[in-house]
T-cell receptor, first 117, second 110 residues
Framework: GAVVSQHPSWVICKSGTSVKIECRSLDFQATTMFWYRQFPKQSLMLMATSNEGSKATYEQGVEKDKFLINHASLTLSTLTVTSAHPEDSSFYIC?????????????FGPGTRLTVT | QQQVKQSPQSLIVQKGGISIINCAYENTAFDYFPWYQQFPGKGPALLIAIRPDVSEKKEGRFTISFNKSAKQFSLHIMDSQPGDSATYFCAARRAGKSTFGDGTTLTVKP
């Protein structure tokens, strides 16, 4: 199967600090990864598309200087929330696109719960 | 403009019954329609998916029905079990990017 991991699974940080979240595809290479944000009892909102070796593409309304994305290898993408504020508290989920054999499927990580105090 | 509309918002079904969740989309450029299951505090997991050139796809107890002309698709869960209690999201994909419905909270009563 295709497994995607995220680290950490939960994090609490103080307002003004930065937090880095890692997303790894464990058993496949992912040229494309996606970062989502989900508020309680709500749907997933795409934040950005991360392509290996190039700059991420951000959705409208997402501050690229606040949510820094780095896709340095075919198995790792990172999301850094800079100068975090309480309103950034949310559930962040990544997904990785399995491109094996021209595949099209996306597999989601288990999510990271961020709480900013 | 909400591109993918999902209904109902919540659903209660007796064990052994059929759960039906519906989605409608606007953009005819969508070319892939997956359904995901999400448990609290976890990431979504792919259940089943369909392409628009197919009208129905069945995998175990899960069936997708797809109506291209009506721009609608639905998930049917046969013989629903308490372990199926979760939030279900439909999605529509174009150029690799997915747009999600608002989700349906399914509760299966024993």
């Amino acid at each position: 199967g295709a497994v995607v991991s995220q680290h950490p699974s939960w994090v609490i940080c103080k307002s003004g600090t930065s937090v880095k979240i890692e997303c790894r595809s464990l058993d496949f290479q992912a040229t494309t990864m996606f970062w989502y944000r989900q508020f309680p009892k709500q749907s997933l909102m795409l934040m950005a598309t991360s392509n290996e070796g190039s700059k991420a593409t951000y959705e409208q309304g997402v501050e690229k200087d606040k949510f820094l994305i780095n896709h340095a290898s075919l198995t790792l993408s990172t999301l850094t929330v800079t100068s975090a504020h309480p309103e950034d508290s949310s559930f962040y989920i990544c997904s990785a696109r399995d491109s094996r054999g021209g595949g099209y499927e996306q597999y989601f990580g288990p999510g990271t719960r961020l709480t900013v105090t | 403009q909400q591109q993918v509309k999902q209904s109902p918002q919540s659903l209660i079904v007796q064990k052994g019954g059929i759960s039906i969740i519906n989605c409608a989309y606007e953009n005819t450029a969508f070319d892939y329609f997956p359904w995901y299951q999400q448990f609290p505090g976890k990431g979504p997991a792919l259940l089943i998916a369909i392409r628009p050139d197919v009208s129905e796809k069945k995998e175990g107890r899960f069936t997708i029905s797809f109506n291209k002309s009506a721009k609608q698709f639905s998930l049917h869960i046969m013989d629903s079990q308490p372990g199926d209690s979760a939030t279900y999201f439909c999605a529509a994909r174009r150029a690799g990017k997915s747009t999600f419905g608002d989700g349906t909270t399914l509760t299966v009563k024993p």
